[in-house]
């Protein structure tokens, strides 16, 4: 059974979910008002192997991924480039996808938007005020965290101490300093919505509260999102559901930061200043590979090195999987029953990805080694492991046959024939010829393989 590391529980426990065979996941998504940061690269491609392997182990997921389309942040884009709001978000949440497309990170089920849901927030905003665990000032609606009785349960802290290091307003109407908005009402020319506290919008912690409860129902199974958002965010959604009396996420599993060149993403990577960057300069799924050589709740420093280091280990797995066209037998086989197992273990152990990815390298030795040996009654279960396992983690094999002209095949061919036939003049003459042509030639076991230059 897998196990994860709870944040409000602080240790690693069994996942097990509300409907047996089914999870329920929620992972907050972008504020769309500019490109996605290596940060948000980090946190989908965490969930979205998560997912993956639970689809992998068998279970129906369910995952919703929200897109906070208002928010102050957006207003004040909108304002400053003197352009209509909605253009900035709906521009930027195609950036976003885009983005997930190339890092092969599927689409969530639902994809919950803010401006969809505002009167089941003004709804909710309504029931804390009449339950006393919210307020009105003159600018808004606040909610009263201390009435929360475990209120600091994801920040790891007692309310004093987070109260403590509460940044104070200058003005400030609110009754403590940990006390959150719930609802602004909003200024000259700012987006608005009615509500019986006036015109205005939401807070950012109430939108994830109403769409995970409509979406997933109470009590659903696993909240996830990176390491920033356990508090307040988190904390203060969780708050909200509490007060109102339902029954919020039953897990809390968060993801490490990301280190650029080794700062807290502050500097730029060259030329890469976004995920958009990376994407475009980087093989995307060099990004995904080196997620999983971290554990996901340890910082990964995101380097030109470690990005050229994981394109080469996928030239690694892409020539393999070159190779494994050419062996009979592959496509259908059983996996190595004991490989897999252990894969098995150690993703159940709280995602030890590392130790995943050091499995999959040592398939592809053996499975080559069997390979170069002669003996592909060995090699198939391997390759098969290596395959399965790829699959589970969402990481794209390519074997590129696809991409060489059947003339340009065919010519590979013809020089098995010559080599076998010991001709090694015309085995010569094809390879030049091929090679002029652009493409690359490797000899395995199996014959020739051309893969494009
Ligand atoms: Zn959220």
Not at 88 to 93: N, S
Not at 143 to 148: H, L
Not at 227 to 238: G, I, K, S, T, V
Not at 330 to 354: C, E, K, N, S, Y
């Amino acid at each position: 059974m897998l196990q994860l590391f709870d944040t409000a529980k602080g240790g690693v426990v069994p996942l097990e979910p509300r409907d047996p065979g089914k999870v329920s996941m929620y992972v907050c998504g972008p504020t769309v008002y500019g490109p996605p940061h290596l940060g948000h690269g980090r946190f989908s491609l965490v969930f979205d192997v998560l997912r993956r392997y639970l689809e992998w182990s068998g279970l129906d997921v369910t995952y919703v991924s929200n897109v906070t389309d208002i928010d102050d942040k957006i207003i004040q884009r909108a304002q400053r480039e003197d352009r209509d709001w909605r253009e900035i978000t709906h521009r930027c949440e195609a950036v976003w996808y885009r983005a997930m497309d190339a890092l092969d990170v599927r689409r969530p089920d639902h994809d919950p938007h803010a401006t969809a849901y505002i009167d089941d927030m003004v709804a909710l905003i309504g029931r804390l005020v009449d339950r006393g665990a919210a307020y009105e000032t003159s600018d808004g609606v606040y909610f009263q965290s201390e009435r929360v009785g475990d209120y600091g349960l994801l920040a790891r802290q007692p309310l004093e101490s987070l109260k403590a290091g509460a940044r104070v307003e200058g003005i400030d109407e609110k009754r403590s300093p940990v006390d959150f908005a719930l609802w602004k009402k909003a200024k000259p020319g700012e987006p608005r919505w009615p509500s019986p506290w006036g015109d205005g919008r939401p807070g950012w912690h109430t939108e994830c509260v109403v769409m995970a409860l409509d979406l997933l129902g109470e009590g659903f199974d696993l909240h996830g999102g990176g390491q920033d958002l356990a508090f307040p965010h988190h904390e203060n959604e969780r708050a909200q559901a509490v007060a109102d009396g339902r029954r919020f996420a039953r897990a809390w599993v968060h993801n490490g930061f990301v280190e650029v060149e080794g700062t807290k993403m502050s500097k730029s990577l060259g030329n890469v200043t976004n995920l958009v960057d990376l994407v475009e300069q980087y093989d995307p799924r060099a990004y995904r590979l080196l997620v999983l050589r971290s554990h996901y709740r340890s910082p990964i420093d995101v380097t030109d090195d470690s990005l050229r280091d994981a394109e080469a280990a996928l030239e690694r797995l892409d020539s393999f999987a070159r190779r494994l066209a050419t062996v009979d037998g592959v496509a259908g086989a059983a996996p190595d029953d004991l490989a897999l197992a252990r894969f098995r273990a150690a993703m159940d152990d709280d995602l030890q990805t590392p130790t995943v990815t050091g499995q999959l390298f040592d398939l592809v030795r053996r499975a080559n080694a069997a390979l170069d040996a002669g003996d592909d009654a060995a090699a198939v279960p391997l390759a098969a492991t290596v395959v399965e396992i790829a699959g589970a983690l969402g990481l794209e094999l390519r074997a590129g046959v696809g991409d060489v002209p059947d003339e340009v095949s065919g010519w590979a061919r013809e020089r098995d024939e010559a080599r076998a036939a010991k001709d090694w003049a015309r085995a010569d003459a094809l390879r030049d010829r091929i090679t002029a042509a652009g493409y690359v030639i490797e000899d395995t076991a199996g014959g020739t393989v051309v893969r494009p230059g």
